[in-house]
């Protein structure tokens, strides 16, 4: 193809969408930052951000949205591109996907932000050899998404990994966890909310001698080799604000190996366990590399669906 | 194409290997048991009934082999459809693969037996609808499979769901669990063995009002609730001795519903649970189906690798 393609992408979080319009994933000239308001007025300031870029650069060929949960991404679905109910006041039921197709008539795949996350990840290795990988973000929230045989992982909706069940550490005493549905469920005890209930204060200001940091690398661990034994990934990658913290990898990589006790054994995680469980390669842009990637993939390998919209 | 393909199926497992060979998933009249001994004489007489059925019926088309695992599953592997590294004596690093590929020059699918019958079980569902499916088998031991985006899931190596940790129960006392490796992960606690190691009685022998049903009921739907925040899946199958008893079925879906808590708002899910944790549709025969529906496979929707074989 002699002409770049132009690609518009999103970053659909709770406080804010991250907007770009670029060619490739270096390319960073056209980008904004717009406050999740209202849904109406975050919208139109959206589409105002990609009209002008159009203006200057040209007709996009596609868009990709990674959006914060719960999102149908079931296409044959009535209300595919939709946040599902939210507690985010006025947001359940927002669609965020017909109003870039229909204004800049292109394709627009939508995706959770850690499934793009994993995809943007997965398209930066090579090929096969990162063909199962999860991404887990632990911050505000705990999330995880994940790349499978060639595409993001839905199918009854997405995943939903902060909320998997973790057995209870006898350090943690009678802490309840802070989750509303769940109570103790992995984001309810390892999410940052979570470690600033327990401790009394920012996860961040905690010092590294805290046993705290102790307790959360057994959490997140235990989580992880739920994640190994149940979709066999190659690679785990953690991102997220309280990752950020890097003495938790060599822990948390400690504890898997205790805990899975020689059960898995494939050399990648016996013996090269510090480069399967590892921050992200595309550093803290992962998440808004995640809608480039879609979009990416939208021109890449496009749906049937998509093909015989009317361009 | 008008001569129906003559495909071998395999189920590899720890007392019997089930060998058939079949023109479709009815065809059921070439089908014998052979022991498992040692590999050497076992595959021995595997070679030898399908030559003998060679002879009466044409050249194979393909072969499918669901086998016990741990196996190398990854065909780009040095050690690609060996057996690894088995508590069962003499069978680690036995290759299954080579021989029917050498003898039949035909292409070989390998698959553990949970993988290939989550296949088998898709490939009976109107396609879409069952894009993502679990398939748990809980007896001797407790396995689980998967189909996802259009392939069986696996990737370091391939699941083993029946490892995952779950939350002990305050009923279960200090029972340690039989896992040799975990001591008290979901198969410590809830397989076959596991209840009659807890209650000194085998399972099938314990009367439906016995607190045991209960307590094997809320482990199990632990498990089934991790599946669902980490795999999304459409549809658990639940297959395997323990979950012939059919009390299990309506206490593991009211417990799964009560763990969630409301959270995963798919419709499928809360209103219609009774057809989203389900036994197999093939029944018994699931497991053996699931050679053939790799074989099937293999036939469909060939790999680069298998095309480029001397036929």
Chains 1, 2 share one sequence.
Not at 17 to 35: G, L, Q, S, W
Not at 40 to 51: H, I, S
């Amino acid at each position: 193809m002699l002409t770049p393609q132009l690609y518009g992408a999103i970053e659909a979080g709770g406080t804010k969408f991250v907007c770009a319009a670029a060619r490739d994933v270096d390319d960073t000239a056209t980008e904004t930052r717009i406050p999740t308001t209202t849904p109406a007025r975050t919208l139109r300031d959206v589409t105002e951000f990609f009209a002008a870029a159009a203006a200057e650069l040209g007709r996009f060929d596609a868009f990709g949205i990674a959006s914060f949960g719960p999102v149908d991404l079931n296409r044959a679905s009535p209300t595919f591109g939709q946040i599902l109910a939210t507690p985010k006041p006025g947001w359940s039921h927002t669609d965020l996907v017909t109003p870039l197709a229909q204004r800049f008539e292109c394709p627009v795949r939508i995706d959770t932000d850690v499934n793009a996350a994993a995809l943007a990840e997965a398209s930066r290795g090579a090929g096969d050899l990162f063909g199962t990988l999860v991404y887990v973000t632990v911050g505000t929230g705990i999330g995880g998404g994940a790349f499978v045989n060639g595409e993001t992982l839905k199918g009854l909706l997405h995943p939903e990994m902060g909320h998997t069940r973790v057995v209870r550490d006898a350090r943690d005493g009678d802490f309840p966890g802070i989750c509303p549905f769940h109570g103790d469920c992995l984001e309810g005890l390892a999410s940052g909310p979570a470690m600033q209930a327990r401790w009394r204060q920012p996860a961040e200001d905690l010092p590294e001698d805290h046993p705290g940091w102790a307790l959360e690398a057994r959490y997140l661990a235990l989580a992880l080799v739920t994640f190994v034994c149940t979709l066999s990934p190659q690679r785990i990658i953690m991102g997220g604000g309280v990752m950020s913290k890097p003495l938790l990898f060599p822990l948390i990589r400690s504890h898997v190996l205790e805990l899975l006790n020689n059960y898995v054994r494939a050399p990648e995680l016996l013996q090269q366990i510090d480069s399967f469980i590892v921050p992200p390669a595309l550093g803290h842009r992962a998440g808004a590399l995640g809608g480039l990637a879609l979009a990416a993939d939208a021109v890449r390998a496009p749906l049937r669906s998509e093909l015989t919209a009317d361009r």
